[in-house]
Nanobody
């Protein structure tokens, strides 16, 4: 059974920092692209950061470049998102995502989401 379990969300002041973590199980973690998405109220879900398997090429949304860092530990089946210099517009539910192949099929899995609120 595939599971993606996020942790680390919460309330933080503007300019602050927060670390999100996602622990995965039930699939071949190291071969999957692991990503963080977010969805703010009334907005579409958007890609925040992605880290490809087997070598770890990374991709960031322009809005978070230089402030957020994605990392993964293939030995522990975890992916993290270090967020700094947080802004109110970073407020959203953040989702962990895994995308890859299961046999010949492209599949993706989602975590349940964790709330990040940036407010004074």
């Amino acid at each position: 059974q595939v599971q993606l379990v996020e942790s680390g969300g919460g309330l933080v002041q503007p300019g602050g920092a927060l670390r999100l973590s996602c622990t995965a199980s039930g699939f071949s973690f190291s071969s999957y692209t692991m990503s963080w998405y977010r969805q703010a109220p009334g907005k579409e879900r958007e890609l925040v950061a992605a880290k490809y398997g087997f070598g770890g090429v990374t991709n960031y949304a322009d809005s978070v470049k230089g402030r957020f860092t994605i990392s993964r530990d293939n030995a522990k089946n975890t992916v993290a998102l270090e967020m700094s210099s947080l802004k109110p517009e970073d407020t959203a539910v953040y989702y962990c995502n895994a995308a890859g192949y299961s046999g010949d099929n492209v599949v993706q899995y989602w975590g349940q989401g964790t709330q990040v609120t940036v407010s004074s």
